[in-house]
């Protein structure tokens, strides 16, 4: 099982990007994805929650984002989606995807992670 992130790049402050994150598994059916989220690490600093939502969709944010990014999830598709508006040179980071589990028909997978995307916001 896997997690397959896409659409980092650089902006200019104010501008827009939008990251996607896909589940995957190689040779298993996915069942159910419970939580998935993006979390951010700038240098030098702790890898941060930026937002996260469950399959029924209700969302939690981080306060710095409030308002400026919006989580969304396409469950039959496996994908949660990171729409970020006002970028700011403070979000500039490696986000990084996560599902808290993720059941197969043979197994429980818990705390995937991706590979990071980065994101610098400058001009």
């Known amino acids: 099982v896997q997690l397959q992130a896409s659409g980092g790049g650089l902006v200019q402050p104010g501008g827009s990007l939008r990251l996607s994150c896909t589940a995957s598994a190689a040779s298993e059916s996915i069942l159910n994805i419970r939580t998935m989220g993006w979390y951010r690490q700038a240098p030098a600093k702790q890898r941060e929650l930026v937002a996260v939502?469950?399959?029924?969709?209700?969302?939690n944010y981080a306060d710095s984002v409030k308002g400026r990014f919006t989580i969304s999830r396409d469950n039959a598709k496996k994908t949660v989606h990171l729409q970020m508006y006002s970028l700011e040179p403070e979000d500039t980071a490696v986000y990084y995807c996560?599902?808290?589990?993720?059941?197969?028909?043979?197994?429980?997978?818990?705390?995937?992670w991706g590979r990071g995307t980065q994101v610098t916001v400058s001009s």
């Open positions: 939502i469950v399959s029924g969709g209700r969302t």
């Open positions: 996560n599902a808290d589990r993720i059941e197969t028909r043979e197994s429980i997978y818990r705390d995937i």
